[in-house]
C-alpha cells in the first residue's frame, strides 16, 4: 500500500488550495480515505473521510463549507480542497487509510498560509 501526496503548497489568506492523494497497491475503492492534518506544535486534527466507492463523504463540523473531498476512481487518487483559507489553516495535511493490517499514511502535504 502506498499513498503518494502532492507538494507543498504556499497560499495567500482568503485562496483555496488542492491536495492530492495517489494511492496504490490496493483496491482504491475498498476503504474510506481520511484527510488529517497537524498544525505547528499541535495533535493531529480529523477533517473527515470519503468513500472512494460512491463518492459519500462525511466532513467535521469545524471545516463544513470550506472543505471538499473528492476520489477519481480513474486515477486512483483522492483530492482535499480548503477554501477561504486563514493562517490558522498552516499545517502538514495527511490522507490516510485504515485496513486489517493497520493504517497507511501519505507522506504528508504542507500548506502554508501567508501573505
Known amino acids: 500500500v502506498q499513498l503518494v501526496q502532492s507538494g507543498a503548497e504556499l497560499r495567500n489568506p482568503g485562496a483555496s488550495v488542492k491536495v492530492s492523494c495517489k494511492a496504490s497497491?490496493?483496491?482504491?475503492?475498498?476503504?474510506?480515505i481520511d484527510w488529517v492534518r497537524q498544525a505547528p506544535g499541535q495533535g493531529f486534527e480529523s477533517m473527515g473521510r470519503?468513500?472512494?466507492?460512491?463518492?459519500?463523504?462525511k466532513y467535521a463540523q469545524k471545516f463544513q463549507g470550506r472543505v471538499t473531498f473528492t476520489a477519481d476512481t480513474a486515477t486512483s487518487t483522492a483530492y482535499v480542497e480548503l477554501s477561504s483559507l486563514r493562517s490558522e489553516d498552516t499545517a502538514v495535511y495527511f490522507c490516510?487509510?485504515?485496513?486489517?493490517?493497520?493504517?497507511?499514511w501519505g507522506q504528508g502535504t504542507q500548506v502554508t498560509v501567508s501573505s
Open positions: 470519503i468513500d472512494p466507492e460512491d463518492g459519500g463523504t
Open positions: 497497491g490496493y483496491t482504491f475503492t475498498s476503504y474510506y
Open positions: 490516510k487509510i485504515d485496513t486489517e493490517t493497520g493504517s497507511h
